[in-house]
């Protein structure tokens, strides 16, 4: 069973910086297209960072130039850095990715379990 794993939530101040983890298990032959999205209470899932097809990245207006994602491919992880956290940005954050284990299943979609951030003010 493929797993995404996040770890790195908690509790931070206003202004403070956390960095989540997405780690993904066992032997699988491709992944693509890894983001982040966050659910705050009350509202939509939304994207906030992703790799692109191209390599490239992309991220929510609201969190350019205060979140990074980058990856450690021989870690099989995924990272969002975030800095400058403000309370808009308490949400559950969720790790999302395209993989492929073998022509029997093709590329499918996976989400991870969640952490929470919560961000006082």
């Known amino acids: 069973q493929v797993q995404l794993v996040e770890s790195g939530g908690g509790l931070v101040q206003r202004g403070g910086s956390l960095r989540l983890s997405c780690a993904y298990s066992?032997?699988?032959?491709?992944?693509?297209?890894v983001a982040w999205y966050r659910q705050a209470p009350g509202k939509q899932r939304e994207l906030v960072a992703g790799?692109?097809?191209?390599?490239?990245?992309n991220y929510a207006d609201s969190v350019k130039g205060r979140f990074t994602i980058f990856r450690d491919n021989a870690k099989k992880t995924v990272y969002l850095q975030m800095n400058s956290l403000k309370p808009e940005d308490t949400a559950v954050y969720y790790c999302?990715?395209?993989?492929?284990?073998?022509?029997?299943?093709?590329?499918?979609?996976?989400w991870g379990q969640g952490t929470q951030v919560t961000v006082s003010s």
């Open positions: 999302n990715a395209k993989i492929y284990r073998g022509m029997a299943t093709g590329w499918e979609n996976y």
């Open positions: 066992q032997t699988i032959l491709g992944i693509n297209a």
């Open positions: 790799f692109t097809s191209g390599g490239g990245t």
